[in-house]
């Protein structure tokens, strides 16, 4: 994780305001003070150097009749060495900062006259331009060293030489502002990265918890007493306070001002809190609702790990694996095995293979039903640049484009081919059943037109039904920042609380031909324990070969009311299947290779087991031969079987002691001497039982009754 800077706040406040020029307004002030982020006063010599080689691999080249000034040949971006992540920030946000000032730190190099009056070699004019940024920043003040052992010898050289020319400097600087009519040099820019950088200022911190390692309850009395306050609204956010996201329910939100105090907060240090923006927690639990028992799921990228953690930590409840492809070099897959383990996530797998490399038939990914797509995009909806690169590890060179506000046609081309091809691979997975698409882009190139082109693509010779999209399986809100396409597409636009994002899920159609049995939908919410204790018939084998080669994709978010509907359906099937048996007349019913009798029991909360476990409603059922209806062009003839049955007695030791025995009923063919039956239960409740055996049988419970006239 990148931690914020330990000591920004100190550096800040030791930095005069009052040396800041007089006429800018409060807004200006505060888009000055922190457009840049950076802390160009106690910058290690080390940063310099590291800024300088990433601006030598990302400035803007020109023309060359353009060409004002030379940078030499270009400086291998793998040579830089970052003592640790927050050097490593550093370096990128003074060369973007630079990046974005190009022009201007071109031009001022020119009037002052420093550019042509050093003798520096054309290779040391990255490192003038970075320094030159950050002594304008400081005022043309002398920078103060903390640590003389970090001393290199250029970065001395080069800033001796900008100090003698800081009147000179000062005025080209003074000369440009007027010219551009700017109250302050970010006037400069254009209003797109204006808007951005203030975004930036503005945008809250957004951290979710790792309830492998603590639960909310205790992360919430820790916040407490650490002196937080929980609030209601994201708009009321100051001073220690944080809220909870409308849309994920792990997922906490604090002020912007606290980045500088987060890196030594303990819970951070341990991780049970991960600082991470809101569109990957949303992208998390769009996997975990699509989730179901058993089920495996593929991660296209090795980026961001804490992604991946995320997921780990949400489907830890569903015994499944999660693959992540592209992770080649064994060092880094240590080092994403390390975090996984201080995470307390134990079902993370590595692949070398890149996902487009991938083959679909990979034994090992038979299980997976869900893929989750973070493909490399623009990161046009972010507000720091630097961060987006940093966390998604994504191509240096889109800062080349992201400092002028727009990306241009030709990257953004790249990219949605690459995003398309991505796409299309993963609809050749035959046993996936749920693709999750996500993005930090605003254009559409990257958006709703690749998975428009995804939805027309056609795989040959691969079984399956076609993919549909789905609205995403999280509560979405009626605030201004989010919208809700017709499409089912769920994207946020840029604002002061959220950055841009797009979230597409695509499921598998529903293939017409398979009907989920009422059995697998018992087993269902028998392994969820919604049951409570009503007994399941097993499948046979037949049966569950069929479901798992026929098996799709049902969503885990069912609540109970879905699930009490499934039972009540199976109740009323097997109602269904019984009741004409019971109201048939016996000469014209279905033929029995068994005399049965008939009692009736409550169907409600009451089951009877056999021996092995299956109830004796499916046990019965079982023994019922197939009725097989005849073709229409086909005649049969059906005759009448008369069907004797034995006599069953009630013994009185069987009957309730308040229930009186009714007087026998007879027959031509047979006297029968019948039980009471309850006055809490209908004619209709009747069910069958087991046949007679000839064995002796225990007496049945009490709540069991008889009908005198069972088929009436």
């Not at 010219?179 to 797109?192: D, G, M, W």
């Not at 049970?272 to 996997?287: E, F, G, I, M, R």
């Not at 031909?513 to 049951?531: I, P, Q």
């Not at 409740?685 to 069991?704: C, D, F, N």
């Amino acid at each position: 994780m990148l931690n914020p800077r330990n000591n920004f706040d100190q550096d800040m406040s030791s930095h005069s305001v009052s040396g800041k020029i007089s006429d800018f307004s409060t807004k200006d002030s505060i888009l000055r003070s922190t457009s840049s982020m950076t802390e160009s006063v106690n910058y290690p010599d080390q940063v310099f150097i590291n800024a300088a080689k990433i601006f030598q691999g990302i400035y803007r080249k020109k023309p060359p009749d353009r060409i004002l000034v030379n940078y030499g040949s270009d400086i291998e971006l793998s040579a830089t060495e970052f003592k640790d992540e927050r050097s490593q920030r550093w370096s990128y946000e003074l060369a973007f900062n630079s990046l974005k000032y190009q022009d201007l730190l071109e031009t001022i190099l020119l009037v002052s006259g420093f550019y042509h009056s050093q003798p520096l070699p054309d290779e040391m004019t990255s490192l003038v331009v970075v320094m030159l940024y950050d002594f304008q920043f400081r005022k043309f003040q002398p920078r103060y060293i903390s640590n003389k052992d970090d001393i290199i010898e250029e970065v001395q050289e080069v800033e001796k030489l900008l100090e003698s020319y800081k009147t000179k400097l000062a005025a080209a600087f003074a000369k440009c502002r007027i010219k551009y009519a700017a109250p302050t040099i970010e006037y400069i820019l254009p209003e797109t990265v204006r808007k951005q950088e203030q975004r930036a200022f503005t945008l809250p911190i957004y951290a979710w918890i790792n309830t492998a390692k603590a639960s909310i309850t205790e992360v919430f009395n820790t916040l407490k007493r650490e002196g937080f306050t929980q609030i209601d609204s994201p708009s009321e956010l100051d001073g220690y306070t944080y809220c909870m996201d409308q849309h994920c329910q792990d997922l906490l939100i604090f002020p912007p001002h606290l980045k500088g105090e987060f890196s030594n907060m303990e819970m951070v240090i341990n991780y049970q809190l991960l600082l991470q923006d809101k569109s990957h927690s949303l992208a998390a639990h769009s996997v975990k609702a699509l989730l179901n028992m058993d089920d495996d799921i593929i991660v296209a990228s090795p980026y961001p790990g804490y992604t991946i953690a995320h997921i780990s930590v949400l489907s830890s409840q569903f015994s499944c694996n999660i693959y992540v492809c592209g992770v080649k070099s064994e060092s880094r897959e240590e080092e994403m095995l390390d975090l996984f383990r201080n995470m307390e996530c134990r079902n993370i797998k590595m692949l070398k293979e890149s996902f487009t490399d991938l083959d679909p038939s990979d034994p090992r990914l038979q299980k997976a039903k869900i893929i989750l797509l973070l493909p490399r995009c623009s990161g046009s909806g972010t507000s720091d640049p630097v961060e987006f690169i940093l966390n998604e590890h994504g191509d240096t060179a889109l800062l080349q484009d992201l400092s002028q506000g727009y990306v241009s046609a030709d990257r953004l081309n790249d990219l949605a081919k690459q995003q398309l091809s991505e796409l299309n691979h993963a609809m050749k997975f035959n046993k996936v059943q749920a693709i999750v698409y996500c993005t930090c882009s605003i254009y559409p190139e990257e958006n709703e037109n690749i998975i428009s082109q995804a939805l027309q693509f056609k795989v040959e010779g691969i079984k399956g039904q076609p993919y549909r999209i789905s609205p995403p399986l999280i509560p979405l809100c009626s605030s201004e920042e989010v919208e809700s396409a017709s499409e089912n597409f769920f994207k946020m636009e840029p604002s002061k609380t959220f950055n841009g994002c797009f979230l597409a899920v695509l499921t598998r159609e529903k293939d017409p031909s398979e009907s989920v049995s009422v059995k697998d939908v018992l087993a269902r919410a028998a392994s969820k324990g919604l049951l409570d204790g009503i007994g399941v018939p097993r499948s046979s084998k037949r049966e569950e070969k069929k479901k798992k080669s026929k098996a799709t994709l049902h969503r885990s978010t069912h609540g109970p009311s879905v699930t009490q509907a499934k039972i009540n359906e199976f109740l009323n099937r097997e109602n269904s299947l019984i009741s004409p048996r019971i109201q048939q007349d016996p000469k014209n019913s279905f033929l029995m290779r068994k005399p049965t009798k008939l009692g009736a029991i409550p169907t409600n909360n009451i089951t009877m087991k056999t021996g092995t476990g299956q109830s004796y409603i499916s046990k019965m059922l079982d023994k019922q031969p197939t009725i097989v209806r005849p073709k229409s062009e086909d005649k049969i003839v059906l005759r009448p079987v008369q069907i004797l049955l034995p006599p069953v007695m009630a013994p009185l030791s069987m009957t309730p002691p308040t229930v009186k025995i009714r007087s026998p009923v007879h027959y031509h063919h047979q006297r029968w001497n019948v039980g009471t039956r309850s006055n809490t239960f209908s004619q209709s409740s009747y069910i069958l039982t087991l046949p007679l055996t000839g064995k002796s049988k225990e007496a049945p419970p009490p709540s069991v009754v008889r009908h005198p006239k069972p088929w009436h």
